[in-house]
């Protein structure tokens, strides 16, 4: 547990290096330090409040320490969500091919399906707002301050997605969604059930189906829908019993969620950052006010 509790945490650093690289990409210089704090008091709120409303406090957090800007700032944490949904079709599809290499069954046929139906849909989504989505918005009657913020969230999307930064980019996805894996993987090991053996590629398939699953808005951090998931994927596809399936869905979730809460509440009280207390290194690369 220990070992799962670590590697799940080893994830942070990494996430808010990416996040940095991703800001870096608008014009605004961040560390990873700070970064990296701002990043896990949003899971903070994720964890307590539902919408994904984190991902905002993200953006008012880093904007309320530094002159970044609010709008671009939503930017960066959008495209980089849609990295995430994309690395983890590719990942979940590719373990999942591992582990059912004798077979898919139906119930796998038919994620795989979602998953590439959401791959497609967000690409045509992604092409839609790079080409047409200023000229969509100036045909509505929007106030032009609409269309300003519109205007300096594209940059923000496009903008931190430099060409010669995706090669590290799609590493560190692929590094940060393996920590999610490795997570269930040692929980699994960490309870040792007889005849419970998921697999590097099982904990993989079943992690990242059930990350998928926090995307749902409906309560904090997917509460009640992700562990339902993991429990069904376990039980049906897998075939481990419902009392272990269950045991190994809420240990994971004790770790990926409930300690996120509890450390999460020790740094906003000692963290100055949701009082503005600023940025430990910061700066412009280019204009990146509001």
């Known amino acids: 547990m220990i070992v799962a509790f670590l590697v799940f945490y080893s994830g942070f650093p990494l996430r808010g290096l990416r996040w940095a690289i991703l800001l870096r990409g608008t014009g605004f210089r961040i560390g990873t330090t700070d970064s990296t704090e701002i990043l896990f008091l949003s899971w903070l709120v994720n964890c307590i409040i539902p919408a994904k409303l984190g991902d905002v406090y993200r953006a008012y957090l880093l904007r309320i320490n530094s002159d970044a800007s609010l709008s671009r700032t939503f930017g960066t944490v959008f495209i980089e969500r849609i990295l995430d949904i994309f690395t983890i079709a590719v990942m979940g599809i590719a373990a999942g091919y591992w582990s059912f290499r004798s077979g898919l069954?139906?119930?796998i046929q038919a994620v795989?399906?979602?998953?590439?139906f959401i791959v497609v849909l967000l690409a045509i989504a992604l092409f839609t707002l790079r080409n047409f989505g200023r000229r969509i918005l100036v045909a509505l009657p929007f106030p032009g301050r609409i269309?300003?913020?519109y205007d300096r969230f594209e940059?923000?999307?496009?903008?931190?997605?430099?060409?010669?930064?995706?090669?590290?980019?799609?590493i560190l996805g692929v590094a940060i969604w393996m920590t999610e894996?490795?997570?269930l993987f040692f929980v699994v090991k960490a309870f040792n059930f007889p005849g419970v053996e998921l697999g590097i590629s099982g904990?993989?398939?079943?992690?990242?189906?059930?990350?998928?699953?926090?995307?749902?808005?409906?309560?904090?951090a997917g509460l009640g829908i992700v562990e339902a998931g993991i429990v069904g994927i376990l039980t049906i596809v897998y075939q481990v019993?419902?009392?272990?399936?269950t045991a190994i869905a809420l240990l994971d979730r004790v770790i990926s969620v409930f300690s996120v809460i509890v450390f999460g509440s020790i740094l906003y009280l000692f963290s100055g950052?949701?009082?503005?207390?600023?940025?430990?290194?910061t700066g412009k690369l280019r204009v990146a006010t509001q």
């Open 105 to 107: 069954p139906p119930q």
């Open 112 to 116: 795989f399906g979602i998953a590439v």
């Open 147 to 149: 269309v300003e913020f």
């Open 155 to 170: 940059e923000g999307v496009f903008g931190a997605l430099k060409r010669r930064q995706l090669p590290g980019l799609a």
């Open 181 to 183: 894996a490795m997570r």
């Open 203 to 220: 904990a993989v398939f079943v992690a990242l189906i059930g990350s998928l699953l926090t995307a749902v808005p409906l309560s904090p």
């Open 241 to 245: 019993p419902l009392a272990e399936a």
């Open 273 to 281: 950052k949701p009082r503005g207390a600023g940025l430990t290194h």
